[in-house]
């Protein structure tokens, strides 16, 4: 209509003109020619839009890491962290659905129903060598049978700072993951050289014995015995005898406990290197002690 001409001056009307006749703002006819004109917008899906790779490229991604990690099972957290330390950012949302639609995860067992808990309270430290956790696994060697593993293991960072094997589970074969640890950590093996430090332990023959209870008042540690029929109050060493068995003792086989023993301490140097801790923002053991500032009165945060 702006567009047309008056028969008595032959000029067009504008559109300012008709607008006052029509009482209507120009912004309002230039909103409706605009959406006369313009193709409609394609409807999209609201939320977060996905990451610039296709899930295809992304899930080759995600097998690359999965084949070049020296770990069995990587779960999605873990490779969505190092997907980020290559700079390939995504979210875990999706490493997940594609992990899965790939079946790519780890298989899970599923967790019996349990009964009201004794242990409340949080086993986590504010600082290295304030609380370490030991206890024993079993597994076979081919030419000597049965071998009992000891290991000890650092509240605050997860580090592994003792592991064991002897053919016997014995109360003193149960010290040495301690005695190594102690020498490493407070660097000597004298009376009273590790006050400060608590061990928390089950309630097995080889941790309850004079033996075991003696050495640490020897060294000066605290024992911190976990409640009966609570694992959960020995969880750190429990948790790292689980990655143990599905990283080293289920995986290979051994001929004797001697081949076991250095298996063991390699693992030890290869987990505190290379094992990644999401509660560490994905570092490792040695990393996590690494970012710590040792302070001579570290607060103990547990039940």
Same mark, same amino acid.
Not at 171 to 187: D, K, N, S, Y
């Given at each position: 209509m702006s567009r047309t001409a008056s028969p008595i001056t032959g000029r067009p009307y504008g559109v300012q003109r008709v607008a006052r006749v029509w009482e209507l703002a120009r912004s309002s006819l230039y909103a409706a020619w605009q959406r006369a004109t313009t193709p409609a917008p394609t409807l999209q899906k609201r939320g977060p839009k996905r990451g610039i790779l296709p899930d295809g490229e992304l899930l080759g991604h995600i097998r690359r890491v999965l084949a070049q990690s020296p770990w069995l099972g990587e779960g999605h957290r873990k490779v969505w962290a190092k997907l980020r330390f290559e700079g390939l950012r995504t979210s875990k949302a999706r490493v997940l659905r594609l992990m899965r639609e790939? &079946? /790519?995860?780890?298989?899970?067992?599923?967790?019996?129903?349990?009964?009201?808990?004794?242990?409340?309270?949080?086993?986590?430290?504010?600082?290295?060598?304030?609380?370490?956790?030991?206890? /024993?696994?079993?597994?076979?060697? /081919?030419?000597?049978?049965?071998?009992?593993?000891?290991?000890?293991?650092?509240?605050?960072?997860?580090?592994?700072?003792?592991?064991?094997?002897?053919?016997?589970?014995?109360?003193?074969?149960?010290?040495?993951?301690?005695?190594?640890?102690?020498?490493?950590?407070?660097?000597?093996?004298?009376?009273?050289?590790?006050?400060?430090?608590?061990?928390?332990?089950? &309630?097995?023959?080889?941790?309850?014995?004079d033996a075991f209870q003696d050495e640490l008042v020897f060294?000066?540690?605290?024992?911190?015995?976990?409640?009966?029929?609570?694992?959960?109050?020995?969880?750190?060493?429990?948790?790292?005898?689980?990655?143990?068995?599905?990283?080293?003792?289920?995986?290979?086989?051994?001929r004797t406990i001697e081949e076991l023993r250095e298996a063991l301490l390699e693992f030890k140097r290869r987990y505190n290197e290379s094992w990644m801790l999401e509660r560490h923002g994905y570092r490792t053991p040695s990393q996590a002690r690494a970012s710590f500032a040792l302070t001579s009165s570290p607060v103990l945060a547990y039940a």
């Open positions: 790939a &079946n /790519l995860l780890a298989p899970q067992r599923l967790g019996a129903a349990r009964g009201p808990r004794v242990h409340d309270g949080t086993i986590l430290t504010a600082a290295p060598d304030v609380m370490w956790g030991t206890d /024993l696994t079993t597994t076979v060697t /081919l030419d000597e049978g049965g071998a009992s593993v000891f290991v000890a293991i650092d509240h605050c960072t997860a580090e592994c700072v003792g592991m064991h094997a002897a053919g016997r589970a014995t109360r003193f074969e149960a010290l040495e993951p301690l005695r190594q640890g102690v020498a490493e950590r407070f660097g000597a093996y004298a009376p009273s050289i590790a006050v400060g430090l608590s061990v928390r332990h089950d &309630n097995g023959s080889q941790y309850v014995s060294l000066g540690i605290t024992s911190s015995p976990s409640f009966v029929r609570a694992p959960e109050g020995n969880a750190c060493a429990e948790r790292f005898i689980r990655t143990l068995k599905e990283q080293l003792l289920w995986v290979k086989t051994f």
